[in-house]
């Protein structure tokens, strides 16, 4: 029987939910610009990225359901797990309102879901090291796209980090801190809720795909690292 996991939750502890179809697994469209130029054959086409794009999955209902309960759980944003890729987890929130009339008269309805165009790994372990005299560790993408990375510090004074040999940003640590949040998904760096961007200085890192080696300079006490390796 298929069954999803939405923000946590599994479907079939959802009172008297059937999920009665999943979405075929399909590759999002890449966004685009063309541009025509008289005398010129072809045209020029620029790449832009993947757009989001949608999943329906539709649902019924079986004896004893709780009508309250499936309106409750399919609301909000979150990860998306379903049981025809149990591994992997998509980023999506529900938008568009479920015909609750449809489900309660017939039994049947299709729930959709706003989905961003990469898919990651299910619980994915980060990287710790707590450095002792080490200057380096490796990260593995093991996914087939080219991943953004979470990262952590903690440490103090100037650390500058490398990625497979070029160094990528610096981070000083303001007087009284002595960790950050590296986050390349957001392009934000912050710590409890602040923002902590102009204590930064470069890129925020990408991983290829594959193994990737973090090396760093200056005082840093301890590295994790959340790969979050990515598919389409």
Do not use: H
């Not at 890449?30 to 054959?41: Q, S």
């Not at 479920?98 to 994915?124: C, I, S, W």
């Not at 710790?128 to 993408?141: A, F, K, P, Q, R």
């Not at 102009?198 to 973090?214: A, D, H, Q, Y």
């Amino acid at each position: 029987m298929s069954k999803i996991n939405w923000k946590g939750i599994d479907s079939d502890t959802i009172t008297g939910l059937i999920i009665s179809e999943l979405p075929p697994i399909s590759k999002p469209k890449m966004k685009t610009t063309i541009t025509k130029i008289d005398g010129r054959d072809g045209d020029i086409i620029e790449e832009l990225g993947y757009e989001s794009y949608t999943k329906s999955i539709k649902v019924g209902l079986s004896k004893n359901y709780n009508i309250d309960e499936v309106i409750k759980y399919f609301t909000g944003s979150g990860d998306l797990i379903m049981s025809n890729e149990p591994d992997k987890a998509y980023k999506c929130q529900i938008i568009e309102k479920v015909d609750y009339n449809k489900l309660l008269r017939f039994k049947t309805a299709t729930v959709k879901f706003y989905t961003q165009p990469f898919k990651y790994k299910k619980d994915e372990p980060k990287a710790i090291l707590n450095i002792d005299g080490e200057t380096s560790m490796t990260v593995d993408n093991i996914g087939l796209e080219k991943s953004k990375p979470i990262i952590k510090l903690t440490g103090s004074g100037t650390v500058a980090i490398q990625l497979n040999g070029a160094t990528v940003f610096n981070y000083i640590f303001p007087e009284n801190e002595t960790e950050v949040i590296v986050d390349s998904i957001q392009e934000e760096a912050y710590l409890n809720g602040f923002y902590k961007n102009r204590n930064m200085t470069g890129e925020f890192p990408i991983l290829e795909v594959g193994e990737n080696t973090i090396s760093w300079s200056g005082n840093l006490t301890k590295i994790e690292i959340e790969p979050k390796s990515r598919w389409l």
